[in-house]
């Protein structure tokens, strides 16, 4: 019975150190390259697809986020919240995480837009900005055309080539 009771004394004094580094936070936005500052990037190949960031980019626009300075943290760990909408952290690249949500026209700093993570604080401070964005129908897509239509001509004029080199001989 003492040797329990000091166990649990011991378990109790410990607790409080187990808890260090498993920390819950916040890292708010300040407006760093809000829409009005930040660049217009309407080319699909900068973006990921509709079906990769759950949105349709054509008809909502797209805005790229990155999470810099996001040492320790990473992208399975946080999320962006955007006037209470969540969204999943895409990838990351360095210290850079980046996310992708719908175009929002007239973004301001509010408590509404933050990342949230969960575990260990970052061990440098982060910076959320606006990187690029596109508003909604100003995407460019642009179309990849199929292996025959760019074969079958190029097939074509390789054989009036040879056909008319056999013919001068």
């Known amino acids: 019975m003492k040797r329990v009771l000091i166990t649990m004394l011991i378990v109790v004094a410990l607790l409080p150190l187990m808890t260090i580094g498993a920390a819950d936070g916040v ?86 837009i933050n990342v949230t993570y969960i575990g260990p604080a970052p061990t440098t401070t982060p910076v959320l900005t606006i990187s690029h964005y596109c508003e909604d129908g100003g995407i460019i897509i642009l179309e990849v055309p199929e292996f025959p239509l760019i074969a079958v001509p190029i097939a074509a004029i390789v054989g009036l080539a040879f056909f008319f080199q056999r013919r001068k001989e």
């Not at 190949?45 to 996001?70: C, K, R």
């Not at 969204?87 to 990351?92: I, L, N, R, T, W």
């Open 27 to 112: 890292i708010p936005w300040d407006g760093n390259g809000a829409p009005d500052g930040g660049t217009v990037l309407c080319d699909s190949t900068a973006y990921p697809t509709s079906d990769a960031v759950g949105f349709d980019i054509e008809a909502e626009g797209i805005m790229q986020w990155n999470l810099a300075n996001s040492d320790g943290l990473t992208e399975e760990n946080v999320t962006l919240m955007v006037n209470g909408v969540e969204f999943d952290a895409f990838s990351k690249t360095g210290s850079v995480i980046k996310f992708f949500t719908p175009y929002y026209e007239g973004l301001t700093p509010t408590p509404d």
